[in-house]
């Protein structure tokens, strides 16, 4: 009290001159007696700065480690020869490391000489055992890719300088050292004395990269032939015969209308059967070529195989690689990452087909669910009037939020393939379903965007309303004085200044969708894709009467997190495929944080168009 006083007193007045001095000792008592240590603050301070710092490492840390592993899985690593103590001979790339504690028991059942090897490396290394897993390939020969080898069980380990790393088209990796080779249906060269057997193989070798691109060359024409221009044909075909089947369902089997379509397709038949006659023989002429050219090589054990060089995707010595020759390798598989289709049950080859079907399902499901989110939100907060019904969609909208995905990809499978697409093949594709070939009665990738469209509404619906709130009224009451209508204060007031909200809401929308996998398995996304949502060299694509030009919504499509999904859990070679999950989700990762980044920067564009100065 006497504090207050003395505060308020004129300074230089006599009363404030004359006051007693301040008990400082009583102040601070006074002061502290109502204090405590979470009156200050600094606790939560501390808590929030803490949980803010774990977040940040763990989220940090996540992708750290998906960086490291995504990133190493292409760079090549060189082979080794190993010999153990039973006469065992592996030869492969080592993968990865890791130590156990072997039981006394477990030594007990050894060999006796390996008793004594385990029980020395044991005591050396803290009572564990260090082992490593080689991937050793050559399935065909031996029913198994990876082999695990104990260090104690090494008697000897080499790096031969030729030792080859053969990618195939087909059942994996393979590991040999050159024999011999046959190019153009010649000898090149063939190691018979041991003396010689470097010159020998360094021949092969070199003969090896001077035939390989024209071989490739030759076994993807091959594969464009076989793919598109029969498969064109192919569709002539089926596309003739439904115009016949449909021609019969409307005029009736032996109507007019039904024997010239039925003359139609005869005639396409014929033309079909000959050009497609043409084409594989091409193909054939090709393959034949191609048969001239073959390599033989050996494997640990001793067995040689021969293999067709048009078999091979990729060869090279891993013990004889330089820096450079290890960049450009590296590069290489990254580039086959990005633009090639998946080989060996996905684990091997691209994802092309995987990246092409994410980003167009994930901007079809943007472009469906943005226009629907802001009309919605546009209702709710400038035109519904507050009240028990507009308190009950809202507190529905939120509600929806919290469903769980599969239930949507049920919803989806239900009423858009079942009810929807099949309601739009009765109308526009009778022949088909005559046939039991439906066209939209199945999972598409319009109906995966619609089900992803559906899921991430609410998102978008709650944010742009937000957006829309945060508009200040002043602006509102500006454009109602210059005689602007309600819409048009909407449309060139409160949208323009809403719309960086609007863009974190699809931002969000986006970023959600694209990882999503559970809806998917049930409305579109296969194992592997034979067609392209997306194909510019053929602009047949509609919806009924709707033509939609190169995108066909009615294909399945692959999707990044699916195949994530089958790689890790539905491949029958889980070792070799772990890598590619690492990588695959890599780039699933870099896809959503590339989308996420456009739309900031969008977003970033229109907020300073709308910027301000103060004065």
């Known amino acids: 009290m006497m504090s207050s006083v003395t505060e308020t007193l004129p300074r230089g007045s006599d009363a404030a001159l004359n006051a007693p001095p301040l008990d400082m000792r009583r102040l601070r008592k006074k002061r502290g007696s109502g204090n405590s240590l979470a009156a200050h603050g600094e606790p939560m301070v501390w808590l929030t700065g803490g949980a803010l710092t774990l977040a940040l490492v763990m989220i940090i840390a996540l992708l750290g480690f998906v960086i490291w592993q ?3 899985t292409f760079w090549p690593v060189p082979l080794v020869h190993v010999e153990l103590a039973d006469g065992t001979l592996l030869m492969g790339e080592p993968t990865r490391d890791e130590t156990f504690k072997l039981e006394e028991a477990a030594i007990d059942r050894l060999a006796p000489g390996l008793q004594e090897s385990a029980r020395k490396a044991m005591a050396e290394s803290a009572g564990v055992i260090h082992r490593r897993l080689l991937r050793t390939g050559n399935f065909d020969l031996t029913g198994t890719h990876f082999h695990w080898v104990d260090d104690y069980a090494v008697t000897k380990e080499t790096r031969p300088e030729f030792a080859m790393v053969v990618e195939r088209v087909e059942k994996g990796r393979f590991y040999g050292i050159p024999q011999s080779m046959i190019a153009a249906g010649e000898p090149v060269a063939e190691v018979a004395d041991e003396n010689d057997a470097d010159e020998a193989r360094r021949t092969i070798w070199d003969a090896y990269q001077q035939h390989h691109d024209a071989v490739t060359a030759r076994r993807e024409e091959i594969e464009r032939l076989l793919k598109h221009e029969i498969g064109h044909e192919a569709a002539r075909q089926a596309n003739a015969r439904l115009e016949m089947r449909a021609a019969e369902l409307k005029h009736g089997p032996n109507s007019p209308e039904h024997q010239e379509a039925k003359k139609t397709f005869e005639a396409v038949l014929v033309e079909v059967g000959e050009r497609t006659g043409e084409i594989r023989a091409r193909a054939e ?3 034949a070529e191609n048969a001239r050219f073959s390599i033989t090589l050996a494997t640990a054990q001793g067995v040689e195989k021969t293999l067709g060089m048009d078999e091979i995707v990729r060869m090279y010595p891993a013990n004889r690689l330089s820096t450079g020759d290890k960049w450009s390798l590296y590069f290489s598989r990254w580039h086959e990452f990005f633009f090639d289709d998946p080989r060996e049950a996905n684990s091997e080859g691209g994802v092309w087909p995987a990246i ?5 399902m994930t901007l079809a499901m943007a472009l469906a669910v943005v226009p629907f989110g802001v009309l919605a939100a546009l209702y709710l907060r400038e035109y519904a009037k507050s009240g028990p019904i507009t308190s009950a969609v809202r507190i529905a909208i939120n509600n929806l939020a919290g469903v769980p995905s599969i239930v949507f990809g049920v919803f989806g499978l239900g009423f858009f393939c079942y009810v929807c697409g099949a309601s739009i093949d009765q109308i526009f594709y009778p022949a088909s379903v005559a046939d039991n070939n439906p066209v939209f009665g199945k ?3 319009v109906w995966a965007s619609l089900t992803l469209a559906l899921l991430t509404l609410p998102v978008v619906i709650v944010a742009s309303e937000e957006a829309l709130a945060a508009v200040p ?3 509102r009451e500006g454009s109602y004085a210059c005689g602007g209508s309600k819409w048009q204060t909407i449309r060139r007031i409160v949208l323009p200044h809403a719309m960086p909200g609007i863009m974190t809401g699809t931002i969000l929308a986006m970023a959600r969708g694209a990882g999503e996998v559970a ?3 049930l409305v579109g996304a296969v194992k592997l894709a034979p067609e392209l949502p997306v194909n510019l060299a053929d602009w047949s694509g509609s919806m009924g009467p709707i033509p939609t030009g190169p995108l066909h919504l009615d294909n399945s499509f692959m999707h990044l997190g699916f195949h994530i999904f089958d790689l890790g859990f539905q491949s029958q070679n889980s070792e070799a495929a772990k890598p590619m999950v690492f990588t695959t989700t890599l780039l699933l990762i870099g896809l959503v944080a590339g989308l996420n ?13 709308f910027v301000t100065g103060g004065f």
């Not at 092409?356 to 167009?360: H, I």
């Open 519 to 521: 809806p998917l398995m």
């Open 443 to 445: 999972g598409a990738l």
């Open 473 to 475: 009224n002043s602006m």
């Open 597 to 609: 980044v456009t739309a900031i920067w969008l977003r970033g564009r229109l907020r300073r168009r």
């Open 285 to 287: 002429k090709l393959r």
């Open 70 to 72: 995504g990133t190493v």
């Open 356 to 360: 092409v079907g994410t980003l167009t």
